[in-house]
């Protein structure tokens, strides 16, 4: 069972503050990491990709990977009211000869005005 | 850009009606994905099309299946639809299984 844990929240910023999301991972092999956001009601979107150790950015977003650790996190600098969302982690996996995404269950961050 | 399309919106049926999901994508990709969404459970995936003449099962499939009709729609069906498949339907689609998936709007199901 691959399994990708994130905790579920509400984590609860103040405006222009550093939010920072984790999650971890049980596959050793995954080589591809993915953060989405989803606003309530909405499909998920993707805001990062990230597929080799250490940091990507991204305007306000930053990715962090750590395949040794197995853990993988976002952070959201000067955060928005607009970044009020569940963020979801998501790991690729191989299995029956092709590759899927397995999805943590969330983060839901609050931004504080 | 339409990307990736699912209709309809929003659906309800009595237990034991049947119904089809569709979804199409026009973004060339190749592998095509159903997943269903409640609370607290995140995202589960149904199942999913590799390629263009393939399917396979995912985490939850039972009393669905699935139609990969051409490489742009892969379609789910309910024969016998059941309270506990009252859920939010997504599509997703991805040029490859380890790259990124881009979603459709959803279909908001219930299921009386």
């Known amino acids: 069972q691959k399994e990708v844990e994130q905790n579920s929240g509400p984590l609860s910023v103040p405006e222009g503050a550093i939010a920072s999301l984790n999650c971890t991972y049980s596959?050793?092999?995954?080589?591809?990491f993915f953060w989405y956001r989803q606003y309530s009601g909405k499909s998920p979107e993707l805001i990062m990709s990230?597929?080799?150790?250490g940091d990507k950015e991204d305007g306000r977003f930053t990715a962090q990977l750590n395949k040794a650790s197995q853990y993988v996190s976002l952070l959201i600098r000067d955060s928005q009211p607009s970044d009020s969302a569940t963020y979801l982690c998501?790991?690729?996996?191989?299995?029956?000869?092709?590759?899927?995404?397995?999805f943590g269950k969330g983060t839901k961050l609050s931004v504080i005005p | 850009n339409a990307g990736v399309t699912q209709t309809p919106k929003f659906q309800v049926l009595k237990t034991g009606q049947s119904m089809t999901l569709q979804c199409a994508q026009d973004m060339n990709h190749n592998s095509m994905y159903w997943y269903r969404q409640d609370p607290g459970m995140g995202l589960r995936l149904i199942y999913y099309s590799a390629s263009e003449g393939t399917t396979d099962k995912g985490e939850v499939p039972n009393g669905y299946n699935v139609s990969r009709l051409n490489k742009r729609e892969f379609s789910l069906r309910l024969e016998s639809a059941a309270p506990s498949q009252t859920s939010v339907y997504f599509c997703?689609?991805?040029?490859?299984?380890?790259?990124?998936?881009?979603f459709g709007d959803g279909t908001r199901l219930s299921i009386l």
């Open positions: 998501a790991v690729s996996y191989s299995g029956a000869g092709s590759y899927q995404l397995t």
């Open positions: 997703a689609s991805s040029s490859a299984g380890n790259q990124p998936q881009h």
């Open positions: 990230i597929y080799s150790n």
């Open positions: 596959d050793r092999g995954s080589q591809s």
